[in-house]
């Protein structure tokens, strides 16, 4: 089992930036992808972003592509996601999920085992 601690959140103005950090502890973080996902009040959780074990690969979903950025520092054992150009649609808490099998990059969420506590995003218009 791993554990993640996710930082970073807060309020900012519609077309600012934030950037969450998700550190990781109690499992080998280099072997696995890591995902960003949120939650707004009143609805689902929905995938944000993946990054794989490497680092090489990045996949978003639509709504944040062009707009949020992931990246890994696997000598940290931390994961990040750059978010630009806010909106205020993109209010919500924001989780980081480790994946469930080595070597496997997804973007489904029963295949990601951890999750951190969630850090809140507010963005104001």
């Known amino acids: 089992q791993v554990q993640l601690v996710e930082s970073g959140g807060g309020s900012v103005q519609a077309g600012g930036s934030l950037r969450l950090s998700c550190a990781a502890s109690?499992?080998?973080?280099?072997?696995?992808?890591m995902g960003w996902f949120r939650q707004a009040p009143g609805k689902e959780r929905e995938f944000v972003g993946v990054i794989s074990w490497s680092g090489s690969r990045t996949y978003y979903a639509d709504s944040v592509k062009g707009r949020f950025t992931i990246s890994r520092d696997n000598a940290k054992n931390t994961v990040y996601l750059q978010m630009n150009s806010l909106k205020p649609e993109d209010t919500a808490v924001y989780y980081c999920a480790a994946g469930l099998r080595e070597y496997t990059t997804t973007t489904v969420r029963s295949d990601f085992g951890s999750w951190g506590q969630g850090t809140q995003v507010t963005v104001s218009s």
């Open positions: 109690g499992r080998t973080f280099s072997s696995y992808a």
